[in-house]
C-alpha cells in the first residue's frame, strides 16, 4: 500500500497529468463495467476479471440489484507515453431515483464519459446527464457500447451499424450544443476524428477509436464475430487503449478544467480567489468545494471534496463561507474503492476525503482560515428532481424511535433528494423521495441496521403554490409590532435571500433594523408557514416572501413567541388572497415498446390519462414520449409490463408542478 501512496502523493502534484473524470449515463447502458476495464488499466483488479467484476458495485444491494445505486471513487496510475498519469474516477448511479448523486459528483470532476446503449440509443436519462455535464461545465466524451448487440442481435449489415452510429453521435451533439455554455457550443461536439467517440463492447473488452493502432472497417468487427473471435477483437482493438487515451488526450488537466469552470459553478468570486483557481497552486490558499458526503460508524461523516487551490494536510483549519464557522479536518484521505487511504496531504486539482468537518452540507464552500480569506461561493450543486413521493414510516419497536430518529438524520444530510419530517402532535414519521426505488433502498438499509419498521404505501406529495403577488401590512394581538410583507411567485433571483429550499421558496428582506438575531426569527417563521399551507395543509412551493417592514409599537417586543406566529399568519393570510391553488407533480416519460405491443401499451397510457406528446420508430421498436401525473405513474408500471408481456421499458423523469384539475 505504501508503494501506491507514494505513486498518488507524487502524481497529485503533476498537474498537467491528472485526468478528473466521471462517467455516466442511463441505467443499464454499461457504466460499472467500463469502470472495471480502466481499474484493470490500473492494476487494481485482474485483466480476466475486467468486464464483469462489477468492482465499484460494492454494496450488496448493487451486486443484487445489478444496477449503481451511488457514486464510488477510485484513484490511480496510468503510464502513458513513459508518463505516470494520475487518474481521479467517479462512477455514477443511471437510475433516475439516484440522479442527485450524478450531480454530486460532477462537481468534483472536469470532464464526462457519456455511456450510450447502440441498441436503446439515446434515452431519457441519457439526456438527464448530458444536461446535468454541461451545467457543470464538463468536456464530454462518447462511449457507444454494446456494438456487438447490432451484430449478434439485431443482425444489421454493416450500412445500417454505421447509420445507427452516426445517428447516435447526431442526437448526442444536439443535446450538447442545446446545454453546453455558449463558448464552448462548437468545441466540445463529440468527433471520431478528435478522440472524443469511442465505439465498442465493454463487457468483451474491445473499442475502436482515433487512437486504435489500425481502424478497421465495420466488415471486419462483423467478420469477427460471426467467426465468434472476440479474443482476437479485444487484442487488437483493446478498450482500455481506447479510453485511456481519449480520457488523456480530451479532458482537461485541472489547469485548463478550473480555468474553464470557475464561472460558471462559482456564485461570485473576487480577483485573488479567481487567480488562486486559475493556477491551481498547492501553495495557494485553500478553496474547495464538498460534492458529497458518506457516512461510516467509526469515522462519522466524511466529506468528499474538489480542492481548487492550496494544499490540505491533517490538523488544516478551514472556514465554512455558509455557517461562517471554522473547523480543524482530522485526516485526510482518498478513496480506492470501498477502501479510505490516509494521505500525507491532498494538493490543488485533486478529490480529497475529508473526516472531522463539522456541520458541514453538499455544495458547501470552504476556505483558507485567515482575516483576509479569499471572498468565493460556489453555486448550489443543482438538482434536477424533486422529494414527490412519500411513505409513512414507523419502526415496530418503540425503543428503536431514536436510533431511526438519528438514521434518518444521517440520511438527510448525505442523500440528495431525501427529506423526512415527524409531526409534533402525533409524532408520525415520513420521509420523502424521488421515487419509489430510491425509498425502498433507504428502507431497507434501515432494516440492516437492526430497525425494523412498517411503511405505508408510497403517496403522492401535492403542494400549494400562489399565482399572484400580495402585499399584507399585520399587527399581532397585543399590539406590539407590525409587519408589512409581499407575497409572490418566486422568480430566479435569489441573490439577496437570507433563506432558500430546494422547492424555490425563499425569504427576501428589505429592512433597515435587521440582524442575525432578528433574521433567525424570520427563517424559523417562514419555515413554519411553508412546511403546512393554509389550503389543504400540503407544503407550500415557488413562494418568495419579502419582509418590507417590522416596527416595534412597543419596546423589546421582537421575541419568539411575538414575532414567529405573527410572520406565520400574516404569509398565511396573504397567500391565501393571492390565487392559492392545488399542484400536482408530474413526470415526462419515455416507453420503449416492441412494434408489436404498441396498440397494447397506447391503450394502457390512454386509460391512465397520459398526454402523449409523440411516439418516434427506430427498427422493431417504438418510443412514446409524453407526461403524466405522479399519481397515475404509481399504478402504471405493473399495466405496462402485462400489456407488454414484460417486454416494454419505461423511464420517468420529474417535469414540474401543475394546477390540478
Not at 128 to 147: D, G, H, T, W, Y
Not at 206 to 211: G, L, N, T, V
Not at 292 to 309: A, M, P, Q, T
Not at 342 to 359: D, F, P, Q, R, Y
Request: net charge negative.
Amino acid at each position: 500500500m505504501s508503494k501506491y501512496i507514494d505513486q498518488i502523493s507524487k502524481s497529485m502534484k503533476e498537474k498537467e497529468n491528472i485526468r478528473n473524470v466521471s462517467i455516466v449515463s442511463h441505467v443499464d447502458h454499461g457504466k460499472t463495467t467500463l469502470s472495471d476495464h480502466l481499474l484493470q488499466s490500473g492494476g487494481l483488479i485482474s485483466k480476466n476479471m475486467a468486464g464483469s467484476a462489477r468492482a465499484l458495485d460494492y454494496l450488496e444491494e448493487e451486486q443484487r440489484r445489478g444496477i449503481t445505486i451511488k457514486t464510488a471513487n477510485i484513484s490511480f496510475i496510468f503510464n502513458y507515453n513513459n508518463s505516470p498519469y494520475l487518474i481521479n474516477l467517479i462512477d455514477t448511479p443511471g437510475h433516475v431515483d439516484f440522479s442527485g448523486m450524478v450531480s454530486q459528483a460532477l462537481r468534483l470532476v472536469d470532464g464526462a464519459i457519456i455511456v450510450v446503449d447502440a441498441v436503446e440509443q439515446v434515452m431519457a436519462q441519457t439526456e438527464s446527464v448530458i444536461r446535468q455535464a454541461m451545467s457543470e461545465c464538463l468536456k464530454p466524451i462518447l462511449f457507444i457500447n454494446k456494438v456487438d448487440r447490432l451484430i449478434n442481435e439485431l443482425k444489421l449489415p454493416k450500412e445500417e451499424i454505421e447509420n445507427r452510429i452516426n445517428n447516435i453521435i447526431q442526437m448526442v451533439n444536439d443535446l450538447i450544443n442545446q446545454y453546453t455554455p455558449e463558448s464552448f457550443k462548437k468545441e466540445w461536439k463529440v468527433k471520431f476524428d478528435e478522440g472524443t467517440v469511442i465505439m465498442g463492447a465493454a463487457l468483451y473488452g474491445w473499442a475502436i477509436s482515433k487512437y486504435s493502432k489500425i481502424l478497421p472497417q465495420f466488415n471486419k468487427i462483423i467478420e469477427f464475430h460471426e467467426e465468434n473471435n472476440i479474443e482476437q477483437l479485444k487484442s487488437d482493438f483493446p478498450i482500455i487503449e481506447a479510453i485511456i487515451n481519449a480520457i488523456i488526450e480530451n479532458v482537461p488537466n485541472p489547469f485548463e478544467g478550473q480555468k474553464q469552470r470557475f464561472e460558471h459553478i462559482t456564485q461570485y468570486v473576487d480577483k485573488s480567489a479567481k487567480e488562486a483557481i486559475i493556477k491551481c497552486d498547492d501553495e495557494g490558499p485553500t478553496i474547495l468545494c464538498v460534492g458529497k458526503l458518506l457516512y461510516e460508524d467509526n469515522r462519522g461523516i466524511i466529506s468528499i471534496s474538489r480542492v481548487f487551490s492550496g494544499t490540505l494536510k491533517s490538523g488544516s483549519l478551514i472556514y465554512n463561507r455558509r455557517t461562517g464557522e471554522t473547523t480543524r479536518i482530522q485526516q485526510v484521505c482518498i478513496y480506492k474503492g470501498q477502501s479510505l487511504i490516509t494521505m500525507e496531504s491532498v494538493s490543488a486539482g485533486n478529490i480529497a476525503a475529508l473526516i472531522g468537518i463539522k456541520n458541514v452540507q453538499i455544495g458547501d464552500t470552504f476556505v483558507e482560515k485567515t482575516e483576509d480569506f479569499p471572498n468565493v461561493m460556489f453555486e448550489h450543486i443543482p438538482y434536477l428532481q424533486e422529494s414527490v413521493i412519500s411513505q409513512r414510516i414507523e419502526p415496530f419497536r418503540v425503543s428503536d424511535i431514536p436510533k431511526l430518529q438519528k438514521m434518518l438524520d444521517i440520511f438527510f444530510l448525505i442523500k440528495p433528494n431525501f427529506n423526512y419530517t415527524t409531526d409534533e402532535n402525533t409524532g408520525e414519521m415520513k420521509i420523502y423521495g424521488i421515487g419509489e426505488l430510491q425509498l425502498e433502498i433507504i428502507t431497507g438499509e434501515i432494516e440492516k441496521a437492526g430497525i425494523k419498521v412498517e411503511v405505508s404505501n408510497p403517496e403522492v406529495n401535492l403542494a400549494e403554490q400562489i399565482e399572484e403577488e400580495v402585499t399584507l401590512t399585520k399587527i399581532d394581538q397585543l399590539n406590539l409590532i407590525q409587519i408589512t410583507i409581499t407575497c409572490k411567485p418566486t422568480e430566479e433571483n435569489k441573490t439577496r435571500s437570507i433563506y432558500s429550499d430546494y422547492k424555490e421558496n425563499c425569504l427576501l428582506v428589505d429592512l433597515d433594523n435587521g440582524n442575525e438575531e432578528l433574521f433567525d426569527l424570520l427563517r424559523t417563521s417562514f419555515k413554519n408557514a411553508i412546511m403546512k399551507g393554509p389550503l389543504k395543509g400540503y407544503s407550500i412551493r415557488k413562494l418568495t416572501v419579502i419582509i418590507r417592514e417590522i416596527k416595534e409599537l412597543e419596546n423589546d417586543s421582537l421575541r419568539y413567541e411575538i414575532v414567529v406566529p405573527l410572520v406565520k399568519n400574516t404569509i398565511h393570510e396573504a397567500v391565501t388572497k393571492a390565487n392559492l391553488n392545488i399542484y400536482e407533480p408530474i413526470y415526462s416519460f419515455s416507453i420503449y415498446t416492441p412494434l408489436h405491443y404498441l396498440g397494447a401499451v397506447l391503450t394502457v397510457a390512454q386509460r391512465f390519462n397520459c398526454d402523449i406528446e409523440k411516439t418516434e420508430h427506430y427498427s422493431s421498436k417504438t418510443t412514446i414520449i409524453g407526461q403524466i401525473s405522479v399519481e397515475s405513474s404509481l399504478q402504471i408500471a405493473s399495466e405496462l409490463r402485462s400489456a407488454s408481456e414484460g417486454y416494454a421499458f419505461w423511464q420517468f423523469e420529474f417535469q414540474g408542478y401543475k394546477r390540478k384539475k
